[in-house]
């Protein structure tokens, strides 16, 4: 039996569904748009095929980090009912959103001093962020104390891998992650950069490829190449409303690590934001970044 609360946030997009079957709770992050607010505590989020239709169509959302005052909305009802909390946070090479949780922790702490907050940075994003999610589920489930479960997970985010490509570059030039000439001349030769998170939860080029099935094909090269994966690991794939290409990408890997649960689902809106519409993105554990 589970010992203490298990917590992330929506950076981990993770769907609804996951967080009912495993019972771990969610802090919802969000985003601004056309002077609308989505998400967050207060409003409901936009469905994900309407986002990314409206992202295709010219949308320039932008994503809030959590507060403080809306960790400490979600911690302090478990801690003052005598519950410990483990939270695993968006990565801090990405947003602000781990400071917060950390400063609620310790306000809270020095109000209740008798339990624990353990707050991970998981340097992680997306399903990046999901399966460390996913491998605390497991650790917390096996009996494993909030201190084990922290030290397990804490152990895991140097190798937990996160490759990725992208259909359209714009995305990464307004985040800065490439420059305008690079985003113009890769469009016009259709060359897809390949991608990963490094060591500190930043997003780093590290590859590019001609065509969008060669870049997928870079992506399980990077799998082939890394990978330390026992059989019970599964990889998990997130992307951008680009279904066709998760099958492309499931049938590559099927060749090479077919005795693998392979779990996707759709980059949600906070993070779609920053990586734009057809993005596709693999994890997995391997022998570092």
């Known amino acids: 039996m589970r010992q203490f609360i298990l917590m992330t946030d929506t950076g981990s997009d993770l769907p609804e569904s996951y967080y009912e079957e495993h019972g771990v709770e969610k802090i919802p992050l969000g985003f601004t748009l056309d002077g609308a607010t989505y998400g967050g505590d207060e ?3 936009m469905e994900v095929k309407e986002f990314y239709a ?13 507060t403080p005052a809306q960790a400490r909305a979600h911690f302090e009802p478990h801690v003052r009912a005598g519950e410990d909390v483990l939270v695993i946070a968006f990565s801090s090479g990405l947003s602000g959103t781990y400071n917060s949780y950390v400063a609620a922790a310790k306000e809270l702490q020095e109000e209740y001093p008798a339990r624990k907050i353990c707050v991970v940075d998981s340097l992680c994003a997306s399903f990046g962020q999901g399966l460390l999610v996913d491998y605390a589920v497991k650790k917390a489930d096996s009996g494993a104390s909030i201190e084990e479960t922290q030290a397990y997970i804490e152990s895991l985010v140097p190798k937990l891998c996160h490759y990725f490509t992208v259909e359209d570059l714009y995305h990464l030039k307004r985040g800065g992650r490439v420059s305008a000439t690079t985003a ?3 469009t016009m030769l259709k060359i897809k950069p390949v991608l990963h998170v490094d060591g500190e939860g930043h997003l780093i080029p ?3 490829a001609m065509g969008r099935k060669k870049s997928i094909s870079a992506l399980v090269e990077k799998m082939e190449t890394l990978s330390v994966m026992e059989p019970e690991d599964p990889v998990f794939i997130s992307h951008g409303d680009c279904e066709e290409d998760v099958e492309f990408l499931k049938k590559l890997l099927s060749k090479q690590f077919g005795g693998h649960e392979i779990f996707a689902a759709p980059i949600g809106p ?3 934001t920053h990586s734009g519409a057809g993005t596709l993105a693999v ?3 391997g022998k570092h970044r």
């Open 43 to 45: 409003n409901p989020m």
């Open 54 to 66: 409206r992202l295709r169509g010219g949308a320039m959302p932008k994503t809030f980090q959590a």
């Open 184 to 186: 113009f001349v890769g």
């Open 206 to 208: 590290v590859g590019k």
């Open 270 to 272: 906070v993070i779609g």
């Open 283 to 285: 994890f997995f554990l």
